[in-house]
């Protein structure tokens, strides 16, 4: 079974950063693709930035130039690092990873961004 944890999130000022942090329990033997997504109240969960294979990426045009997705196969881990960050990122951010049994998910963790 695997779990996933993620850290990191917390209340941060317009123009700040923050690095969010997810690790896998449990074993991993592939992972197809780890990726960050967000829901923010109201709305639905929408993806915030994928790494898929080794190091392709693909971001949501809201976050690009702003947001780097980064893994560490050893740590069985995804981060992501989020700078000049606005009040509209604000949402439950998600880890998910999808591997040859099935996809996982994250509890969540709250970001919130103040203007």
């Known amino acids: 079974q695997v779990q996933l944890a993620e850290s990191g999130g917390g209340l941060v000022q317009a123009g700040g950063s923050l690095r969010l942090s997810c690790t896998a329990s449990?074993?991993?033997?592939?992972?197809?693709?780890w990726g960050w997504y967000r829901q923010a109240p109201g709305k639905q969960r929408e993806l915030v930035a994928k790494?898929?294979?080794?190091?392709?990426?693909n971001y949501a045009d809201s976050v690009k130039g702003r947001f780097t997705i980064s893994r560490d196969n050893a740590k069985q881990a995804v981060y992501l690092q989020m700078d000049s960050l606005k009040p509209e990122d604000t949402a439950v951010y998600y880890c998910?990873?999808?591997?040859?049994?099935?996809?996982?998910w994250g509890q969540g963790t709250q970001v919130t961004v103040s203007s």
């Open positions: 790494i898929i294979g080794g190091d392709t990426t």
């Open positions: 449990g074993r991993i033997f592939r992972v197809f693709h």
């Open positions: 998910n990873v999808q591997i040859t049994t099935g996809g996982y």
